[in-house]
């Protein structure tokens, strides 16, 4: 008991002595941990999608598809200090991400997982149809993913819009048609699913140069049925549209008896539209020295812009790894046929 004592004396005593010293401890670390509006690029990765897509009675491979990716962290002062000093970390300004300065990071976050839901969906409908396997569309959501804040829109990003004024439309180009045949300041009725909860808006109209629109920007979530079933499931963490293009090849090499991948360890980057194009990602040069680091034989890219930036990193970093552009999905199987293990 007297020992217990003796020891509660020291520590006490160390704390009256040092007291000034534990402040100032916990004030840089609250300094040091404060958010600051940006995202500190650490490099990239890459990560085997075999493991989280799943076809029913699906063909094996020898070698994977890699979804290649960027290391982030949501910067501190402390993070955004360190990227001044350690050359291979960049950032970059959260506001980029933003269609309007009035965005959240919510907002962002929200738009980012669903361009995943969205990618995937569309890599689903292209596998299955280019594997002529049974594919039918299941569900479709009209999102609102930004809402113009100078505007006072009612609607809210996150919105679903079912209907205007009475009339559900299959398409953003029908919803679009509707709005612009309207005049400036006109009011529409919008049902939209807000919080699981239907409701109804009088939502405004204005005018940017010749154009009536609504304030919004509206992006399209489809999920289909399968034969045979697949199920993608992506870790918590994991969002953005960038791996649209590899996840669609991991589903129909999975759909296919011919092995794809002859036993290579392929990576790659790029977005599946929903007309099979392939489109332009970020971050290509973390990407691609995520797919050397990793060990890639092969890194697919989206042409254009994406490929001259990753054939010129190469040439600067004299990377060894094959860099292949693609244009639309069919392309990229049409060239991943031909290479050899």
């Known amino acids: 008991m007297h020992k217990m004592k ?4 020291v520590f006490v005593s160390f704390l009256l002595e040092n007291v ?20 500190i690029i650490i490099g990239g990765e890459i990560s085997n999608v075999s493991s989280r ?3 029913e009675d699906s063909y094996q491979s020898k070698g994977s598809f890699n979804i290649s ?11 955004y200090l360190l990227s001044n000093i350690i050359p291979s970390w960049d950032r970059k300004d959260m506001n980029n991400y933003k269609y309007d300065d009035s965005e959240s990071i919510e907002d962002v976050k929200f738009r980012n997982n669903l361009d995943l839901k969205a990618c995937n969906g569309y890599a689903t409908y292209w596998a299955y149809t280019l594997a002529n396997k049974e594919v039918s569309l299941k569900s479709s959501n009209l999102y609102i993913i930004s809402a113009i804040s100078n505007k006072n829109s009612p609607l809210q990003v996150g919105d679903i819009l079912l209907s ?3 009339k559900h439309y299959e398409t953003i180009d029908e919803y679009t048609d509707c709005i612009r045949s309207h005049k400036k300041d ?4 919008v ?3 807000r919080n699981q909860k239907e409701m109804e808006l009088e939502v405004p109209l204005y005018e940017y140069g010749d154009t009536v629109y609504m304030g919004v920007i509206l992006q399209y979530e489809k999920e289909y049925d399968t034969n045979p079933n697949v199920d993608i499931t992506f870790e918590r963490g994991i969002s953005g549209p960038s791996g649209g293009l590899i996840t669609t090849l991991e589903i129909y090499n999975q759909l296919t008896k011919k092995d794809l991948t002859h036993g290579l360890k392929i990576a790659g980057t790029g977005t599946i539209e929903e007309d099979g194009r392939i489109g332009m990602i970020g971050g290509v040069k973390y990407k691609l020295l995520g797919a050397e680091a990793g060990g ?15 054939l010129k990193y190469k040439k600067k970093k004299h990377l060894k790894i094959k860099i292949i552009e693609v244009t639309n999905i069919e392309d990229a199987i049409q060239k991943v046929e031909k290479l050899k293990g």
């Open 191 to 193: 049902k939209v699913l």
């Open 296 to 310: 890639a034989d092969v890194f697919l890219v989206p042409s254009g812009d994406n490929y001259q930036e990753a």
């Open 20 to 39: 000034g010293f534990l402040i100032f401890l916990v004030l840089l670390y609250i300094v040091l941990t404060f958010p600051v509006n940006y995202y």
């Open 69 to 79: 990716y960027v290391k982030e962290l949501q910067g501190t002062v402390m993070s």
């Open 186 to 189: 006109d009011i529409l009725l």
């Open 164 to 166: 205007i004024d009475g």
């Open 6 to 9: 003796k020891i509660k004396e």
């Open 53 to 55: 897509i799943k076809v």
